[in-house]
């Protein structure tokens, strides 16, 4: 017996072996496509073994520039979507990343035997082939088939319907057939793509620098947020997920990197909503002998370039209301947003033990642990948020719920921060940056002992950024955007899900 024999009789057993072992409750559609594939492999045409594709054209390049590509040839790669089979002929819709065209295949210009193992494709195949590009009779542009290869069967039958509600759950579980059989979801991430670019574009053009700092750390600091625990075996010590990128950066101010920027990963252990996911995507930057002024500068008008930039324009439609970008955006201070949504004019009330009275009368927990400053952004969360269509800067944030801010000198019970809202939603978060180290060690004293007291989200002491803070800090300002929550606004998306690519989701 020949070698060539000796082979093919062993590609004949082995494909034998894989069909006995297949599943006996699989689908009859899995339980075919298995069957095409052993006996293709059995015939020693085992697409698997096939390394690479010479891609020349994508379909939308070719749709695009029909004039300069008619006639001549092409080579692209991708899907079997449709298939239409009219005896010795036939057409296939291939789908790439550009979208869809259309082929026309014949048995006489591939072969009859090839044309042979062609009717056995199924839908979802992954093909490579050659032709010319030419218009049919009715006017679309399609290619002429001159080669067919197999690069990779389908065994998963593509859904014939991939919508309503019904099936978002699997969606998000299954992002790989989302993406084949949705080309608004492929849309929307490319998009994301596309809005991040012209954020990055923004800020490398004004001398921002793009740097990393560590996603595992010893403390979980830079915000108020419940962080995720880990454990490294070789240090034998504990450590966080980061919720905020924000200490770091900051060091590297003062050490001299005078504008920095990252945008990555943040994880916050708590729940979930349309708005929330425990790993999530955000961007802090640090300008030295910048303020809070610059910060609203840069929030407002990187905001607007994305979405002119990425969308032609800065008036955004967003599941049904209209959103106008355009700079410079209406300025609220949260004690005024207090006074018009709750009726309590906090100029009236000047006393810690004034303010409990009234957050008795409004329901608030713990109020009677509460200072005035505490009453006042309690009101504003609990009455005022879900009035904040925006876009509106909130100022003056009560210095109890802002540890690393600056005060505002005019009134040092408030700092010189603010948060920015679209669609109710906080989309940024900045500050003129506390650099008082004996300040800024004193409000890490007080968030660490709401810490021991039980308030899992409260800020732990840092000792290492107060050090960081006596070698010397320049005047800064910090900006922290939501990046997802961007994104939902401008691909009109409704629920953050639909922008990250795989969400995290509970087992099934």
Known sequence: MSEDSQTKMQTQTEAEDRSDEMELDLPEQRRIRREKLAKLQADGRNPYIIETWDVTDHSGDIKDNFEEKEGKEVSIAGRIMAKRQMGKASFIDIQDKQGRIQVYVRQDAIGPEEYEYFLTYDLGDQVGLTGEVFRTRHGEISIKCHKLVLLAKSLHPLPDKWHGLKDMDMRYRQRYIDLIVNPEVRNTFVMRTRIIKEIKKYLEDRGFLEVDTPILTTIAGGANARPFNTYHNTLDIDLKLRISNELFLKRLIVGGLDRVYEMGKMFRNEGMDKNHNPEFTSMELYQA??????????????????????????????????????????????????????????????????????????????????TRGLVIAELFEEYCEDYLEGPVFIIGHPVEISPLAKRDPDDPRITRRFEAYINTWEIANAFSELNDPIDQFNRFKEQQEQLDEGDDEAHPMDEDFVTALEVGMPPTGGLGIGIDRVIMLLTNSPSIRDIILFPTMKPL
């Open 289 to 370: 002998y910048g303020d809070m002024e610059d910060m609203i500068d840069i929030t407002e008008n990187v905001i607007a370039t994305a979405a002119q930039n990425v969308l032609g324009t800065m008036v955004i439609e967003y599941q049904g209301k209209t959103f106008d970008l355009t700079p410079p955006w209406k300025r609220l201070t949260m004690q005024d947003a207090v006074k018009e949504w709750v009726g309590v004019d906090f100029e009236e009330i000047q006393t810690d033990e004034e303010a409990r009275k009234i957050a008795k009368k409004h329901n608030l927990e713990d109020w009677q642990k509460m």
